[in-house]
């Protein structure tokens, strides 16, 4: 298990709105690394402009204790049990900040800009370079995607994801579904599973439509799970690698 990071101070101003009023404004945020991949923010009590109402829920984390629950009440909207507070943490540094739901909440903004999904991590960055290796994509032994026009798309702590043109990938194969996900960096992706043959591999394939500004490169383009197909670059075999996509 990867050991998590500790708290620290977060460098930018951050914004939490309900229904479009404020809910808390901070310039002394903490990054709280619950699971090892992203953080959240956690805001000091006194940055809170909302009414906490307890709710008599306690929730218990093994890293930082007993979490007594609030309601979130603005002037005029309510958020039920979507705060939460470690009084007496172990973990010092969290003593006297809220913690609140990030989906519960109408609006997270850093500086003057939106951030949607969870914060935007300090230590992960995002490259998406032009290339014109040969990419080729198979699936259940089905060749589903084959081109030399992909973009590289570089994120940290990933395996590089390879984006391809659409007139580069069989879209009959393609069977769209209702999954989507989320990310700060990119937005919000669609996505596909793959008819090869007799086998439905669900869920392996997808493609940001809008994706956000620092990801425009790879708008409408095609990505695999490297973990569930078989991707060769310029004749080579890549091993399918271990991540939490696998």
């Known amino acids: 298990m ?11 101003r951050v914004r939490v709105y309900l229904g479009g009023e404020l809910v808390a404004d901070s310039m002394s945020v903490l990054l709280v690394w619950e699971i090892p991949h992203y953080a959240q923010y956690y805001i000091p009590v ?18 930082r204790g007993e979490a007594t629950h609030y309601t979130v009440k603005t002037a005029h909207h309510t958020a039920e049990d979507a705060a939460w507070q470690y009084v007496d943490s172990r973990l010092d540094d969290i003593r ?5 739901d990030w989906d519960a909440m109408g ?6 800009e939106e951030v949607f999904t969870h914060p935007r991590s300090p230590y992960a960055r995002i490259d ?7 990419v080729r994509v198979v699936v259940a ?9 992909p973009k590289l798309l570089f994120e940290t702590g990933l395996p590089v994801r390879f984006y391809l043109p659409k007139l580069d990938v069989r879209m009959d194969l393609l069977v769209p579904t209702d999954t989507d996900s989320h990310c700060p960096y990119k937005g919000t992706a669609r996505y596909w599973s793959v008819q090869a043959g007799d086998s439905l591999v669900a869920d392996i394939a997808w493609s940001y439509p809008t994706p956000l500004p620092e990801s425009q490169k790879v ?10 197909v078989d991707i060769t670059v310029d004749g080579e075999a890549l091993e399918r690698p271990h991540t939490p996509f696998s």
């Open 2 to 12: 990867s050991k998590l990071r500790a708290p620290e101070p977060g460098p930018k």
């Open 46 to 63: 006194a940055d809170v402009h909302a009414q906490l109402v307890p709710t008599g829920t306690r929730t218990h984390s093994p890293s």
């Open 96 to 100: 006297g900040y809220v913690r609140f």
């Open 107 to 112: 609006g997270w903004f850093e500086e003057d």
């Open 128 to 134: 998406i370079l032009e290339s014109s290796r040969h």
């Open 141 to 149: 032994g089905v060749t589903v995607a084959e081109s030399n026009h």
């Open 219 to 228: 708008a409408g383009l095609v990505s695999f799970y490297n973990e569930h």
